[in-house]
């Protein structure tokens, strides 16, 4: 059970005791984030014990996302020789579109690899951290005991908390509830009536898989997300063997789908240049969905890339299945047997799932990190998450997220993002022991110009004026998620520490006693 972000608090100096841990760095999560950053930090030099850097991790194993989403057929929409570490590559790799049980079994091998597992620490969720500025370090709460930290990593991700709904009466609902991002593997479908509730990327992948299961299935609609065509296919051994032969065969293949994919970015940037894509989407729709009435509904009203686009070869046509329903009413209310539509319709049901996403632009560990003043990065944001670099905060000496706002990406893969943030980190950190430092953070000047610079970046793009809500949108109307254009220049400005962009404090010299 998650705790509450409520529980969320400072930590007195006078409550950290001696049993607290003492580490140089301290890594929260253990997917493609914070394994990547644990990596490349020892690779770097800086773990060369295990006291030197733990990686915090709330479950009992390495994966975050690729760990707790395990619906059927869950998998990546981003090419697997893409959505791989750069310094990891995978021969092995059995389709273009990796299934999530070779991207979990992928990480766990990377954490075996380059020697992670003595510095993880299973079943230690981050309940609290709070900077200490008399102490110059991070005291933290975890579920596992207390650590007091240099230099805290927040790895967490933003697919990390599922979002559900709060919907009248859902409490008195007789039957079983679950999120798709935690999947009841012990609930058995079979014959079941079942109702999926919200149509996203999540939805769009087990929807067809439970069709053929269930006695009746009821898909209730929100928006209609566009939907292309799934471009994937399985590998061939010859295939297999070529990249394992010959490296630098997948290198190639990698470059190629990166830039084919950075290809895509004008068409966010500029909204008209869309067009031929939604006519590919369009075309597909026609195809899988003869019945004219489900398509309409079924038929986006706003420009594509505005939400997240969505790619599938089954959803559609599972739509269309004798025993599946398509609702697009309104939910009103949740009653003990079933789901009440807005039309005053009670659709009977015993199982309810959720694919409604994840809790993006208000993370839960955004109420539990407490900076120099206090107050929690939640408080500091006031709804509108930024960052400079969205890396480092001013006000939060020694924090680096990954992932962090604004660095997210419509059109390829973030691990592209996560590692151009790793090698910031290990840049700063390596300003910090050549200068003798103890702490940095951004000025507060550096970090409002580069977040004026997104804004303006972001004016004009699809994902403001393409006619939808989204979730890449934080309450104040900002797109706080997205990065806004080619991910190359991203790269470059995070390779370069600027030192005029932080404040730094200095060690205190050691003196030797008398």
């Not at 992928?106 to 299973?122: D, F, K, Q, S, V």
């Not at 949740?334 to 994840?358: K, L, Q, S, W």
């Not at 206090?374 to 939060?396: K, Q």
Request: net charge positive; with cysteine.
């Amino acid at each position: 059970m998650t705790p509450d972000p409520g529980r969320s608090r400072a930590i007195s100096t006078s409550e950290a005791d001696d049993s607290a841990t003492h580490v140089r760095i301290a890594v929260v999560g253990s997917g493609f984030s914070g394994l990547g950053a644990a990596i490349r930090l020892k690779q770097a030099g800086f773990a060369d014990s295990p006291d030197d850097l733990v990686v915090l991790e709330r479950a009992g194993d390495v994966g975050g996302t690729w760990r707790d989403n395990s619906y059927p057929g869950c998998a990546c929409d981003v090419p697997s020789h893409l959505y791989s570490f750069s310094f990891a590559p995978n021969p092995d790799w059995s389709r273009s579109f990796s299934p999530q049980p070779e991207i979990w079994a992928y990480l766990r091998r990377c954490a075996l690899r380059y020697g992670i597992l003595p510095h993880l620490r299973y079943d230690s969720e981050v309940l609290a951290a709070s900077w200490d500025p008399a102490a110059g370090r991070w005291r933290i709460e975890t579920t596992g005991g207390g650590y007091t930290a240099e230099v805290l990593v927040a790895g967490c991700g933003a697919l990390a908390e599922p979002a559900i709904p709060e919907i009248p009466g859902l409490e008195t609902f007789e039957g079983t509830t679950f999120h798709s991002a935690r999947w009841d593997h012990h609930h058995d479908l079979t014959g079941r009536r079942v109702a999926v509730v919200g149509t996203g990327a999540s939805a769009i992948q087990f929807v067809p898989r439970i069709a053929p299961q269930v006695a009746a299935l009821r898909v209730f609609q929100r928006t209609p997300p566009w939907i292309m065509p799934r471009l994937d296919r399985r590998w061939t051994r010859a295939e297999k063997l070529a990249y394992r032969l010959v490296p630098g065969l997948q290198l190639l293949a990698r470059s190629a789908i990166y830039w084919a994919r950075e290809a895509m970015v004008p068409a966010f940037r500029h909204p008209r240049r869309t067009r031929a894509a939604e006519a590919v989407a369009r075309a597909q729709l026609r195809r899988q969905v003869p019945d004219p009435e489900l398509r309409a509904k079924l038929t986006p009203r706003y420009t594509l890339g505005c939400k997240r686009i969505l790619i599938s070869n089954d959803y559609l046509p599972a739509l269309g299945r004798d025993n599946v329903e398509f609702v697009t009413e309104s939910i009103s209310d949740v009653r003990p047997r079933g789901i009440v539509t807005a039309d005053g319709i009670e659709h009977e049901c015993d199982t309810i799932i959720f694919g409604t996403g994840f809790q993006v632009t208000d993370q839960p560990i955004s109420h539990r990190i407490r900076g120099r003043d206090g107050r929690t990065l939640a408080e500091t944001w006031r709804g509108s998450p930024n960052a400079h670099l969205g890396t480092t905060i001013a006000g939060f000496p020694n924090l680096f997220l990954l992932l962090g706002p604004n660095t997210g990406l419509g059109h390829t893969s973030v691990i592209f993002m996560i590692e151009s943030q790793i090698e910031h980190i290990v840049a700063a950190l390596r300003h910090l022991d050549r200068h003798r430092l103890a702490t940095l953070e951004p000025t507060a000047t550096a970090q409002a110009a580069f977040v004026a610079g997104l804004d303006a970046d972001m004016a004009g793009t699809v994902w403001l004026a393409g006619g939808c809500a989204s979730w890449y949108l934080d309450p104040t109307g900002r797109n706080s998620t997205l990065w806004p254009g080619f991910t190359m220049p991203f790269k470059r400005r995070l390779r370069r520490f600027d030192p005029a962009e932080y404040l730094t404090r200095r060690r205190e010299p050691v003196t030797a006693g008398l």
